[in-house]
């Protein structure tokens, strides 16, 4: 079985500056996935970043970047030069070697103010 | 391309009703997948499918609850006497194959009156 934990429930952050959002896991699986996906207002689950548990380098995609630190079983993301679109809820899961369903977490909600 | 879609986008129904939500993964995706989620929670995993068999159907929370995707592409999450529990967005995500990135549907609010 698998477990996340987002203990942020919510956050500002200033427009422009870097903010980063925790995520801790629990699993028995030597192969894992992890993955932050943004769920904005209107509902819509958005993929945003994927690790792998083999991977040896963080993973990057544009202004995110994935603190993956395997002895402490967390993958924080880092969101850099925020903008107001970035305002949303923000899901860390994991899926397990049997690679089907998702683990989410309980989710942090981020608001950027202007 | 289209992305996953999903209808209706709402539905709102009377207890002990049966509801029918229809999930239209990528084209292409043989892997789909069914969740459920609650008022501030994080979506829970329901059932997964890779072609048209139930490869997992663990997270099924009751008989009530039964999904079908008989040529392998469209999904229907059939949900037979309806209960206020019962209320809730349910997404479906679709990946190429079941180790892939899933990628969600807009999702169907159902709300049990």
């Known amino acids: 079985a698998q477990k996340i934990t987002q203990t942020q429930p919510g956050m500002f952050v200033q427009e422009k500056e870097a903010v980063t959002l925790d995520c801790t896991y629990d699993?028995?699986?030597?192969?894992?996935?992890l993955f932050w996906y943004k769920q904005p207002s209107s509902g819509e689950m958005i993929f945003l970043i994927y690790?792998?548990?083999?991977?040896?380098q963080n993973a990057t995609e544009g202004r995110y970047s994935l603190n993956f630190q395997k002895a402490r079983k967390s993958a924080n993301l880092v969101i850099s030069a925020s903008q107001l679109g970035d305002s949303a809820m923000y899901f860390c899961?994991?899926?397990?070697?049997?690679?089907?369903?998702?683990?989410f977490g309980g989710g942090t909600r981020v608001l950027v103010k202007p | 391309g289209a992305g996953v879609s999903q209808t209706p986008s709402n539905k709102v129904t009377e207890k002990g009703k049966y509801v029918e939500l229809r999930c239209d993964p990528i084209s292409g995706h043989t892997a789909l997948y069914w969740y459920r989620q609650s008022l501030g929670q994080g979506p829970e995993f329901l059932i997964y499918?890779?072609?048209?068999?139930?490869?997992?159907d663990s997270g099924l929370p009751n008989d009530r609850f039964f999904a079908v995707r008989p040529e392998g592409s469209v999904s229907t999450l059939k949900i037979q006497r309806t209960e206020r529990g019962d209320s809730a967005v349910y997404l479906c995500?679709?990946?190429?194959?079941?180790?892939?990135?899933?990628?969600f549907g807009p999702g169907t609010r159902l709300t049990v009156l």
């Open positions: 499918f890779q072609g048209t068999g139930a490869a997992d």
């Open positions: 699993t028995s699986d030597q192969s894992y996935g």
């Open positions: 690790q792998g548990s083999y991977d040896e």
């Open positions: 995500a679709s990946s190429r194959a079941a180790e892939n990135t899933q990628y």
């Open positions: 899961a994991i899926v397990g070697a049997a690679g089907n369903k998702l683990t």
